[in-house]
């Protein structure tokens, strides 16, 4: 079974941090490469941050450089994204996606909501 699923969401208030967190089920993440994806209501899904397959080289959208990290935790064959300094704007349903050669997988989603 190949799968990717998302844990960690949570409601939390601006300027606090939250850590997501994607397991993979199937296949091993290196050799994958390992992306978060966020939609809010009504706005298309946007990249939000990458980590290549291989050699980990990483990869974020302008709006959360500086403040979100992601990483490989190899032993759970995990993904993690560090989020720090949440805004508002940062609200959304963050979905895992794994890209290996030609087939690609989606987990189902975890809502994270940051408000005061």
């Known amino acids: 079974q190949v799968q990717v699923e998302e844990s960690g969401g949570g409601l939390v208030q601006p300027g606090e941090s939250l850590t997501l967190s994607c397991t993979a089920s199937g296949f091993t993440i290196l050799i994958a490469d390992m992306s978060w994806y966020r939609q809010a209501p009504g706005m298309e899904r946007e990249l939000v941050a990458t980590?290549?397959?291989?050699?980990?080289?990483?990869n974020y959208s302008d709006s959360v450089k500086g403040r979100f990290t992601v990483s490989r935790n190899n032993s759970r064959n995990a993904v993690s994204l560090q989020m720090n300094n949440l805004k508002p704007e940062d609200t959304g349903v963050y979905f895992c996606?794994?890209?290996?050669?030609?087939?690609?997988?989606w987990g189902r989603g975890t809502q994270v909501t940051v408000s005061s």
């Open positions: 980590i290549a397959a291989g050699g980990g080289k990483t």
């Open positions: 996606h794994a890209q290996r050669f030609i087939n690609d997988y």
